[in-house]
């Protein structure tokens, strides 16, 4: 029997798209199942839904068998700790414990780029973008740190720490957040974005995530409608 993987709308959902690109990109079988974001409200459908799986009532939720794992951290660490072989962690100790440490990082931090720059996939909200870099001392100091974070890999053609890893899953959305807003970054960084964004399992995501033609008004700060803003 393989994972049943209970997330959100693609165009929207950082937090499963973690979980789905490990699984994908590793070739580890998995069910999808979709709940569509109409609210957050307690009666939503959404919640509804979700509740009767998570308590917390939030997506990413894995399934295997009897046994429940929520939060994308909670899950990444499962599936490495189930597929050893895999080799979703480091085998090198050091760069095991930065895995941990950045995915961590990611998991738990950087809440004015969360806040402000939304995951969308099929918009370009270029302009957004520059007038955040311009206004917001707090975006620039979370993207530097993010910058360091990808310029520190062991080497330009490499992952975060070598090999694919729970990490990058972790920040696989945050390139999708630069694609959309077009925030500055090193070169180094830009390399490492291409290297993200050219794994299948992120293309599939992408192309998924465009097929939902979806407008979810409250996970849409920047566009009035559906139309407004699409990537070209």
């Known amino acids: 029997m393989s994972y049943q993987l ?9 937090w499963s798209m973690r979980p789905w690109i490990l699984l994908k990109q590793v070739d580890i079988p998995f069910q999808e199942h979709w709940i569509r974001f109409d609210s957050f409200e307690p009666d939503s459908q959404f919640k ?11 997506v990413p939720a894995l399934i295997d068998a009897d046994i429940i794992v929520w939060d994308s951290l909670a899950i990444a660490e499962y599936i490495a700790e189930q597929h050893p072989e895999k080799a979703l962690l480091p085998q090198d100790k050091k760069l095991r414990a930065r895995a941990r440490c950045i995915s961590a990082e990611m998991h738990s931090g950087f809440q004015a780029l969360r806040n402000l720059c939304p995951m969308n ?22 993207v530097a740190r993010i910058d360091q974070i990808w310029s520190e890999r062991p080497s330009e053609d490499a ?3 070598g090999e694919l890893s729970i990490a990058d899953a972790f920040y ?19 390399i490492y974005m291409q290297k993200i964004l050219a794994l299948s399992s992120v293309q599939q995501w992408i192309q998924e995530a465009k ?20 990537k070209k």
């Open 6 to 14: 209970f997330i959100g709308n693609k165009n929207y959902s950082t």
């Open 48 to 58: 509804t839904e979700i509740l009767k799986l998570n308590p917390t009532g939030k």
């Open 121 to 142: 996939v099929e918009a370009d909200l270029t302009h957004v973008g520059k007038q955040l870099w311009a206004e917001n001392e707090q975006i620039r100091a979370e």
């Open 159 to 161: 992952f975060l720490c």
């Open 172 to 190: 696989a959305p945050v390139v999708m957040r630069f694609e959309c807003f077009n925030l500055p970054l090193s070169a180094s960084s830009q």
């Open 211 to 230: 097929q939902e033609q979806m407008f979810v008004p409250f996970d849409e700060p920047y566009r009035q409608n559906r139309d407004e803003y699409l």
